[in-house]
Nanobody, 126 residues
Framework: QEQVAESGGTLVQAGGSLRLSCVVS????????VGWYRRIPGKQREYVAG???????VYADSVKGRFIISRDNAKNTVYLQMESLIPEDTAVYYC????????????????????WGQGTQVTVSS
């Protein structure tokens, strides 16, 4: 059974940095689009960043220039490096694999699955 596990969330001061990890337990990981979403308290879940199987990177405007998404196919892992964090980045961050992130990225490929992790809490103090 496929599993998605996020880690790395913690409390950090404004201006600080943090790296989130998403490990996907599935074969053919290198063929999947993977992305990050976040749910800010009181708001709907929002797209943060995604990486396609061939390395296309797409960022939300709110994080462009501050966050970097990358993948290591040998480790079945996607990272989200977050810099210059602000209190508005406080949220639960979720990793998504498959159809949701592919659609958000505007990819033409269609996946028959949509996997989510349990989320990791990031809190940025002012």
């Amino acid at each position: 059974q496929e599993q998605v596990a996020e880690s790395g969330g913690t409390l950090v001061q404004a201006g600080g940095s943090l790296r989130l990890s998403c490990v996907v337990s599935a074969t053919a990981f290198s063929m999947f689009a993977v992305g990050w979403y976040r749910r800010i308290p009181g708001k709907q879940r929002e797209y943060v960043a995604g990486v396609s199987s061939d390395g296309l990177l797409v960022y939300a405007d709110s994080v462009k220039g501050r966050f970097i998404i990358s993948r290591d196919n040998a480790k079945n892992t996607v990272y989200l490096q977050m810099e210059s964090l602000i209190p508005e980045d406080t949220a639960v961050y979720y990793c998504n694999v498959g159809s949701t992130v592919a659609q958000a990225m505007g990819l033409t490929i269609r996946y028959s699955f949509d996997w989510w992790g349990q989320g990791t809490q990031v809190t940025v103090s002012s």
